[in-house]
């Protein structure tokens, strides 16, 4: 798909169909007056008849209005004015996008952020269009046989703003909402695929391609031969009972000066997590292969940036393995030796995410990162606590904590922080070793974070905690893409 700013002439260019924007009580915004003053009043009496309420999301299409040079007129209804915001203007696009993939139009133009949007630029309201738009158009790649249904017509679309001094600005949102939505991509792509063919190797394979792709992107895969060079004792026990070679996968994003402090994106890349021999339920077990969401969503970020073309460096760490339960699995009560030199007695082996992150962010300390942020599918304590809306952010640091929640808020993809202290650290005391895997009941997914803030002295830390927002589950159980936006925003403004 093709996107483009267009500025104040653009209710009188040809396009297959124009999108504007009506709110509850008929009122017309942007350029449906004008196409309406032109048509006598036909949009007008729509609403009159009752024929269209402009509740948020509904769609009406008008064919061939006299006065018009778009062959479409798209009613797409705003709600009420009282509570139209970022949300509603993201629900009004996913609408009309959903309207014109199943229509005949080759290409559009958005007049739906004509008008002012309440807390949304030119900026965000041009690179929601880009990622609303692009996020439903996305497709799992399906294993089903058969015959695939046929790719929307849909190829251009617009976005008009009111006044022609907000191009450039728009044209910059466009941009980087193209980047960002091919990171969602390839995140969803990763993350759909089942775990016999995402598997570490494969994961290591898409680093490859992506370094392949980007001549800003450099990648590279240690196999477990070099990682237990690096004693990383604890990453290894994690992968003990799997017959699935472990990998450890390093990209390096180069989009900034040369002796720049990159960030560091460590990202859990649990390809299957079975629980080990604390084995899990059955019911939603097939669900773990989102277990290396955190690791998809590093790779979100790096192509996002490389297809920006972002100021910055940045260095993706990725612990990839499974987790499963055979003869060589590591069993409850185990002592492992981190790569730290921090002993860990592994109460449950289903706390696995932990005791491979651990080890992947004493490795990052080799970038000699300005701050690093560990992103995983960690607990699902995390799921009971915020559910499926806002994922959880713990840091030590509360600069970075707070430039990582405003990020969250700019980009619609929002992170609520959680705390991080020594009362929960104390949660994890063990008689036998440094620390336990595992804190008790309460706080459970502090008490997660909590683990990893003790590898990360003297480092500017940040942890996401993905369980509850990186994958819908049910009816609609698949990837959601989330953080890329988040990570993306946080970095730009960082660049
Ligand atoms: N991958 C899971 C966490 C998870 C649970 C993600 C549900 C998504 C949905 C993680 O490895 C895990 O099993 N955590 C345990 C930790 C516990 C044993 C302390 C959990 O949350 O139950
Ligand atoms: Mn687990
Ligand atoms: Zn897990």
Redesign the pocket.
């Known amino acids: 798909m093709q996107f483009h700013a267009l500025g104040a002439s653009a209710v009188r260019a040809r396009t297959a169909c124009a999108v504007v924007g009506i709110h509850e009580q008929g009122e017309l915004t942007g350029a449906a007056v004008a196409i309406d003053e032109r048509a006598k009043g036909a949009i007008t009496r729509i609403v009159k008849r009752g024929d269209f309420r402009a509740k948020l999301g509904e769609v009406l299409a008008l064919h061939d209005l006299p006065g018009c040079p778009a062959e479409r007129v798209l009613l797409v209804g705003l709600g009420s004015r009282k509570t139209f915001g970022r949300k509603a203007y993201r629900k009004a696009v996913a609408a009309a996008t959903q309207w014109l993939a199943a229509s005949g139009a080759a290409d559009a133009v958005s007049f739906l952020a004509q008008d002012p949007v309440p807390e949304v630029d030119a900026y965000y309201a041009a690179r929601y269009l880009v990622e609303t738009a692009s996020s439903t158009l996305y497709r799992i790649p399906d294993l089903k046989s058969g015959k695939k249904p046929a790719a929307p017509k849909l190829g251009k679309l617009g976005i008009a703003v009111a006044d022609s001094a907000q191009l450039e600005t728009a044209r910059r949102g466009l941009g980087d909402g193209v980047g960002v939505a091919a990171g969602m991509a390839l995140m969803r792509d990763l993350a759909n695929l089942p775990a016999n063919v995402c598997t570490p190797s494969h994961l290591a394979a898409a680093a490859r391609k992506l370094a392949g792709e980007h001549k800003s992107v450099r990648a590279r895969a240690l196999d477990e031969r070099e990682i237990r060079k690096l004693k990383m004792g604890s990453f290894l026990s994690v992968t003990a009972g799997s017959d699935e070679p472990a990998r450890l996968i390093v990209m390096e994003y180069r989009g900034g000066k040369a002796g720049d402090a990159p960030v560091a994106l460590v990202g859990k890349g ?1 390809t299957f ?1 079975t ?1 080990g021999i ?1 084995l ?1 339920d059955p019911p939603g077990m097939d ?2 292969k989102f ?1 290396m969401s955190g690791a998809a969503s590093v790779f979100g970020a790096i192509k996002a940036l490389a297809t920006i073309g972002a100021r910055i460096n940045v260095v993706g760490v990725i612990p990839a393995c499974e987790n499963m339960p055979s003869g060589r699995a590591t069993k409850p009560g185990d002592i492992v030796t981190s790569m730290s030199g921090k002993t860990i007695e592994v109460l ?1 082996t ?4 932990r005791l491979v992150l651990c080890d992947a962010i004493t490795y990052a300390r080799r970038f000699k990162p300005k701050a690093v942020i560990d992103i995983a ?5 995390c ?1 009971i606590a915020l559910g499926s809306h806002y994922c959880g952010l713990f840091s030590s640091d509360d600069a970075l904590a707070h430039a990582l929640e405003e990020a969250s808020k700019r980009a619609d993809d929002r992170a609520w922080r959680m705390p991080v202290a020594e009362e929960y650290a104390e949660q994890l005391k063990s008689n036998f070793a440094d620390f336990a895997n ?1 804190g008790g009941r309460e706080a ?1 997914a502090v008490t ?1 974070a909590c683990f990893l803030w003790k590898f990360t002295d003297g480092l500017r830390w940040a942890h996401l905690d993905i ?1 509850g927002t990186a994958n819908l589950t049910g009816p609609s159980k698949a990837s959601t893409g989330r953080p890329v936006p988040l990570l993306v925003d946080f970095l730009l403004n960082e660049a």
């Open positions: 649990i997590d629980g604390s899990k669900e773990m277990d449950n289903d706390a696995e995410g599918t960690l607990t699902g304590a799921v595992i459970g997660a369980a």
